[in-house]
């Protein structure tokens, strides 16, 4: 009798996964899907109108309807298909496109070195450990650049958190390494009864206070600019904390809890968002993928599975653990002082 059959296919699939991944990246960093957001058109005006070589041209177009993001109709005419409308087109509210032009800027290239970065254990970044941020922030193009990739990267998880947390409840937020303040923006958007604000880096007060303004917050919403090194956590009902504490080391994990217990008054709540690894650490993809990147990017981050968060969660004091999916993989935990 034979036994089942074994193919290579997932393995091949597997090892030529960047090619789609690229694709998709030169898609959004040509302006594929902002050109096609009015109208369709056809192949030759697209490929004019993007600034592309005759040759490689139809291949690069129909391998985009091929990946299901753009679709041909029988005039040969190309469109966006729904969720590349929604979500890469530039000049709607939705759009996430700069999430994938930092992958392709900053994460593409740098995890060429993910061997190295495995052999040595170091991260490959050229950055120092603390000073990740501030190298980062040292030049306005790349500090704006990282900006809009934040927002367009916590942009579906602040909408999500905006309807699957008790709002109601509480009255003042405080999100803690904020960015621009996507998620602070969200929730007051969507609460009209919530006022509060970000912290984080001095730097980001600017693009903090215009991202704010531009959503007509600012009577609302305020930068608390500090150091959550040297300085303690502002005070606010609800604290969250998001794609934070994968960047640093378990001590700074603990610290960075601790500090944030001792800023809640007591019924307030934690909100922590990442990523997370399964508890079996055998299935989540996305957490141990981030995990790894947080290996090349930072010099002491990883990521963690939700009992791992909610051991240290305990450890700072906090009951009545809970963890909720959001959207794009990752997940919520909400902890009460
Ligand atoms: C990975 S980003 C996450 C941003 C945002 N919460 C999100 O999910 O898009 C980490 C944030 O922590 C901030 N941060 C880093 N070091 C900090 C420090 N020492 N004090 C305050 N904020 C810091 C960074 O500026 C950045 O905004």
């Not at 040509?30 to 490929?47: E, I, K, M, Q, W």
């Not at 009864?193 to 730097?203: A, C, R, Y």
């Not at 990521?303 to 990752?330: K, N, S, Y």
Request: proline share 5%; aromatic share 10%; glycine share 10%.
């Amino acid at each position: 009798m034979e036994g089942p059959t074994l193919t290579p296919n997932r393995i091949i699939e597997l090892g030529y996964a960047f090619r789609g991944a690229k694709t998709l990246m030169s898609a959004v960093e040509l302006g594929v899907f902002t050109a096609l957001a009015g109208s369709p058109l056809g192949g030759n005006d697209l490929r004019r109108q993007l600034g592309l070589a005759d040759r490689g041209a139809e291949d690069f177009l129909d391998a985009l309807v091929a990946l299901g993001l753009l679709q041909r109709d029988e005039h040969g005419r190309y469109r966006n298909a729904p969720e590349a409308d929604l979500y890469l087109d530039s000049h709607k509210a939705t759009y996430i496109g700069g999430f994938l032009e930092n992958l392709e800027a900053r994460e593409y290239g740098l995890w060429g070195s993910l061997t190295t970065a495995l052999r040595t254990g170091k991260p490959q970044t050229g950055f120092e450990a603390k000073a990740h941020f501030g190298s980062l922030y040292s030049d306005p193009k790349r500090l704006n650049f990282f900006m809009k990739s934040l927002t367009s990267g916590s942009l579906p998880v602040a909408r999500a958190m905006a309807e699957r947390f008790p709002w109601p409840r509480y009255k003042t937020i405080v999100d803690v390494g904020t960015g621009q303040g996507c998620l602070p923006v969200q929730i007051a958007l969507s609460h009209s009864h919530i006022n509060g604000g970000g912290f984080d880096l001095p730097v980001l007060k600017t693009t903090f206070d215009t991202y704010v303004e531009r959503h007509e917050l600012s009577h609302r919403l305020q930068f608390y600019p500090g150091d959550f090194f040297a300085d303690p956590l502002p005070s606010a009902e609800v604290l969250v904390m998001g794609r934070v504490l994968h960047n640093w080391d378990l001590p700074t994990k603990h610290m960075l809890l601790k500090k944030a217990y001792a800023a809640l008054p007591s019924d307030g709540a934690l909100i922590i968002y990442e990523r997370l690894i399964d508890d079996e650490r055998r299935t989540g993809v996305g957490g141990l993928l981030s995990s790894l990147n947080m290996l090349i990017m930072t010099a002491g981050g990883f990521d963690f599975t939700a009992a791992d968060c909610i051991g240290w969660i305990q450890g700072a004091g906090f009951r009545d653990m809970q963890v909720e999916p959001l959207v794009t993989g990752h997940s919520m935990i909400i902890a009460k002082k």
